[in-house]
């Protein structure tokens, strides 16, 4: 059972984004007028109040180049909501995990549903979502590592030796599949370079205040094994960090400090190789290991980063991905297929004491035996209950497809394609408690079987916890998916673009579990499910030219995930979930829930200003959620399942700017502003008509300062200070849910670089200022956990290079 878990001055565009629905596309218009204003009030502003990076002396920006759109394109040309982090800048600025991203994303938000590695879920624009299928898709170059919300969330590749990160806000469906709803994330890595021998090794010690020391190595090469037709890349990634969460016993007595310590180790092999000017070839393996002490989870009720659980929930998280891209190159067009194989083993222990143990002894054995419920509870209702999870998951993908000659420069540019995958996703859950049977037998002299429990539950001759045995489950789900998908972008004129795209998605799914143990008494075991989905997302954009610095476009698209299978879950007027089914009025035991889809209406804007020393990007959206799929929580009796609750609306829009002040001074601003909201239930008990959209922040901010000076001898230093700022969310529909409340929270982050001609060495603090705000509260079991950003980090970096 998985627990669930800005600046003064007055910009014209502000008065243009929506606060609350509805939000109709008829105003997109209008929306897209005050977007005109916006740029004329940006061309009029100072080059002061903008931002971008001074790491080296420079005139003015340098271009940002995208495939987003499956094929090379400057970013300032697309007509899509895009951010890029560059590998210089994932490492300058210390960004390691979603966590770091979403505070320097705008649009970007996360929750930890266990906080840690492997239990973080991943938000754009507002598509927020615990259960069911991901409603962002993430990629590794051109594969999809997307997995399911079923039993664990995002895989999460370490950000090491990466070209970038490419961030598509709003649905990416027509080219990049289902669960793209939100958008899309893309890590892409660092390609072979075909004539040039490098090398490079990294080390870096730091120390996290109540925490311990962290300490990390890494080392890449390039090597042309025969120039302009054979490459070889490599790279290899191994970082501890210590934990800052204490263990206590029951008795409050200290155990272990600092368990949710964690340790990464990861590899990246790349070819490239040209037998022709026409030919490409691109293999590639991806390999990571994570594995965690315990989550990050703390106890408010015992204070900051305390907690006393009876069970360590440690982690296995494993990942490996092969792939090979082949790229042929004709005259009239150009033939592009993606091979990709992904596995991904995580194994993780729960406490399970509570829905286990104490349930068990409160529940069950109380009701029979009131005379003996002082020691039901303090002995039987303590026993410590592990809970290990195992997820196999596996992806083979295959897509082919054609596109329009890279570089070409026709009124015309085109990429259809076909696209195959099947995943399997295979899930055992074994639980135990224990030395139960022989608590039982101390406390009433005889073995259960002979008890009136056995009586009131169990089958003649059959144990109810045989060898201790809670539970044993095991699960499988398996999907096979075929696509086809294309986009034409057409000049009709020259300052007049055009895009329209569209993707077929065809789904067959089956689930099959079989579930025995005490809890799963009168449960449906074997349980099985099939279904079958098709949908179709377009999307379509219309830009003008203002001249060769200013781009207006106006987007309307669909996004969809996939339904699939939820259950068994005992269901009746006796089961142990029957109080949690009465509570929210559910008169039938839920087995599937159903595909949903949004519409999203954006308008926006991209602007270079001041002779290429600013830019500035904006847009506007409106979206429409239908038949949303969400996780729906049995607290009683700990088991959960997935529903379609109903519709939302989420207004908002993000601004990203960035200006050269001088050729040694750069800032960089990005805000984010949602209003996501529920307009109709399925079911008002569980969701009401008006309540937020969960995880989901109000506003996101940042703001950074960098300088950078040289010396003649080679030498240069720059420094840079980042502010981060995250609005209040929410974290349930429930206002006496501990976690309704998310509060704002900012952090601070300084970093320090000398470059000596081949060596580079950084001082850095994360969370400089020491932020512990409580930012999600959940009620896990009944008991209240708390989460923090990680504590003010300190630590230096040497890189050298070869």
């Not at 890494?218 to 790279?235: E, H, I, M, Q």
């Not at 965690?292 to 900051?304: E, V």
């Not at 729960?350 to 409160?362: H, K, L, R, W």
């Not at 089958?459 to 096979?480: M, W």
Request: glycine letters at 8%.
């Amino acid at each position: 059972m998985l627990n669930s878990i800005s600046m003064r001055r007055v910009n014209p565009a502000k008065s243009c984004v929506p606060t609350s629905p509805p939000f109709a596309l008829r105003k997109l218009t209008a929306l897209s007028l005050c977007l005109v204003a916006s740029v004329a009030w940006s061309a009029e502003a100072e080059v002061a109040d903008g931002g971008a990076d001074a790491t080296q002396e420079q005139d003015r920006l340098e271009a940002v180049v995208i495939t987003s759109q499956k094929r090379i394109q400057a970013i300032q040309t697309v007509p899509v909501s895009v951010s890029v982090l560059s590998g210089k800048e994932l490492a300058a600025q210390h960004i390691d995990n979603y966590d770091d991203l979403s505070r320097a994303v705008p649009g970007v938000s996360f929750n930890s549903v266990g906080a840690n590695e492997g239990l973080t879920n991943v938000t754009i624009r507002g598509v927020s979502s615990t259960s069911g299928s991901a409603t962002v898709g993430l990629y590794l170059d051109d594969v999809s590592i997307t997995t399911k919300n079923f039993y664990d969330f995002a895989a999460q590749p370490k950000f090491f030796d990466l070209q970038g990160i490419e961030v598509l806000r709003g649905p990416q469906g027509s080219l990049w599949g289902a669960s793209s709803e939100g958008g899309t994330i893309r890590f892409i890595p660092v390609q072979p370079d075909m004539t040039a021998q490098s090398s490079q090794v990294s080390i870096e010690t730091s120390t996290t205040q109540h925490g311990g020391i962290n300490y990390g190595a890494s080392a890449l090469f390039n090597t042309p094994v025969k120039d302009d037709v054979f490459a070889l890349r490599g790279s290899i990634y191994s970082n501890h960090e210590s934990g800052y969460i204490d263990h206590f016993d029951q008795k409050g007595n200290l155990v272990k400090k600092g368990v949710n310590d964690e340790k990464v180790t990861s590899f990246h092999l790349l070819g490239k190789i040209t037998p022709s000017d026409e030919l490409t070839i691109k293999p590639a393996v991806f390999y990571q290991l994570s594995n965690t002490g315990d989550n990050s989870a703390f106890y408010p009720s015992m204070g900051l980063h305390q907690q006393n659980k009876q069970v360590r929930e440690n982690g296995r998280d494993e990942m490996a991905l092969g792939s090979l891209s082949i790229q042929q190159n004709f005259k009239a067009f150009d033939f592009t297929s993606v091979t990709g194989v992904f596995k991904r083993q995580f194994d993780r222990q729960e406490d399970g004491t509570y829905y286990n143990s104490t349930v068990f002894a409160q529940a069950f054995l109380d009701p029979l035996y009131p005379n003996y419920q002082a020691q039901n509870d303090a002995i039987i209702g303590n026993l410590a209950s592990p809970v290990k999870m195992k997820t196999n998951y596996r992806q083979v993908s295959q897509e082919f497809r054609l596109s329009s000659p890279e570089g070409g420069k026709g009124p015309v540019q085109w990429v259809a394609g076909v696209y195959y995958a099947e995943q399997s996703i295979h899930n055992t859950d074994f639980q135990q408690i224990p030395g139960i049977n022989t608590a039982f037998q101390s406390i009433y002299g005889m073995p259960m079987e002979q008890s009136l429990v056995q009586g009131a539950y169990g089958a003649p001759g059959l144990q109810l916890f045989p060898n201790d045995i809670d539970e044993s489950d095991d699960r499988t789900y398996r999907e096979k998916q075929t696509a086809i998908f294309g986009q034409v972008d057409v000049d009709l004129r020259p300052d007049w673009h055009m895009g329209l795209g569209a993707r077929l998605v065809h789904a067959n799914e089956t689930f099959v579990s079989t579930e025995i143990g005490f809890y799963q008494i009168g449960n449906i075991s074997p349980y099985n499910q099939s279904a079958s989905f098709s949908t179709v997302t377009p999307k379509a954009t219309l830009s003008h030219d203002l001249d060769e610095n200013h781009k207006m476009y106006l987007s309307a698209g669909e996004g969809t995930r996939l339904g699939g299978p939820t259950g068994p879950i005992v269901y009746g007027p006796t089961s142990v979930c029957a109080s949690d089914f009465a509570a929210i009025g559910q008169t039938s035991q839920p087995t599937k829930f159903n595909s949903d889809s949004l519409w999203t209406y954006e308008a926006g804007s991209k602007n270079v200003l001041a002779d290429g020393q600013v830019t500035l990007n904006a847009a506007v959206f409106h979206t429409d959620w239908q038949n949303i799929q969400q996780q729906i929580y049995l607290p009683t009796c700990g088991y959960y399942f997935t529903s379609n609750v109903g519709n939302a609306a989420i207004d908002g829009g993000e601004l990203e700017l960035a200006a050269l002040l001088t050729r040694n001074l750069a800032l960089n601003m990005t805000l984010s502003r949602e209003n996501a909201r529920v307009t109709s239930s399925n079911n008002p008990a569980t969701v009401a008509v008006g309540a937020h959209l969960i995880d989901v922040p109000d506003l996101t901010a940042t703001l950074a300062a960098t300088y950078g000076f040289s010396f003649g001898d080679g030498t240069r230093v720059s420094a840079r200070a980042e502010y981060a700022f995250t609005g209040h969310s929410y974290g349930s529909y429930q206002v006496s849910n501990s976690n309704y409340y998310n509060p704002a929270y900012g952090v601070l982050n300084l970093n320090l670089m000398f470059t000596l001609k081949d060596f580079e060495i950084t001082a850095f603090a994360k969370n400089a200022l020491n932020n512990q705000t409580i930012i999600q509260r959940p009620e896990i079991n009944t008991v209240v956990e708390g989460y923090t950003v990680r504590p003010r980090t300190i630590g230096m970096k040497v890189t050298a290079h070869f």
